[in-house]
């Protein structure tokens, strides 16, 4: 398969790359339980809260049980008391799903696919910024025809263009290596360097 080389003021050639992973089936429902799962593996987790048992005092019956008038009460720890505990109280748990490395691989290669498959991702050869500023990017992405929700693919950690992109809130630099499928999902357009395409067919082969 080819993908489009573009640059400022040239003509568009050819890059091959590899079938695997730039042209692969979509498969909708993988793609759905591995961005799930990776959303799920994000939580904390940490909520807690404490039951009738668990909170401090409460230990006497307030009042006896008949003659007062009042509804029974046997603890002042009672969930229905204000500053009782819980009924049904929340505890630490663990939200993993487990996504195996050959589904995780396969949802990843098919979203680049469709990605490709649709036009989304363009392929140049560097980017390179003189300073750090995000009007310097901004100008680089509207020469190459992109929009302002953009993900940035480079082989590695660029700091001119973290500081660059900082101030966008809808374009993302990452590298390759950090490449996650909630990423590729929640952008537009994804704008890869010749070496990112590389490492991604390596990383997915």
Do not use: C
Not at 41 to 56: I, L, W
Not at 68 to 78: E, L
Request: proline share 4%; no cysteine; aromatic share 4%.
């Amino acid at each position: 398969m080819n993908l489009k080389l573009i640059s400022k003021g040239a003509q568009p050639q050819d890059v091959q790359v590899s079938d695997t992973t730039f042209a692969r089936e979509y498969n909708e429902s993988l793609v759905h339980q591995v961005i799930v799962a990776y959303m799920a593996a994000g939580r904390a987790g940490t909520k807690a809260q404490k039951t009738k048992a668990e909170v401090r005092g409460g230990g006497i019956k307030p009042w006896r049980q008949k003659g007062t008038g009042q509804a029974r009460a046997g603890s002042i720890r009672s969930p229905i008391w204000v500053g009782g505990g819980r009924a049904f109280a929340a505890k630490p748990r663990d939200f993993e799903q487990k996504v195996n490395r050959k589904m995780y691989r396969a949802a990843l290669q098919a979203m680049l696919s469709q990605l490709a498959r649709t036009e989304r991702l363009q392929v140049v050869n560097g980017i390179e910024l003189e300073a750090p500023k995000t009007k310097l990017l901004l100008q680089k992405l509207k020469d190459l025809n992109l929009g302002e929700n953009v993900l940035v693919l480079v082989e590695a950690f660029d700091e001119k263009l973290e500081l660059a992109s900082r101030n966008l809130p809808y374009v993302d630099v990452l590298p390759v290596s950090a490449v996650d499928p909630l990423s590729l999902a929640r952008h537009d357009q994804v704008l890869a360097t010749v070496g990112a395409v590389r490492q991604l067919e390596e990383r997915l082969a």
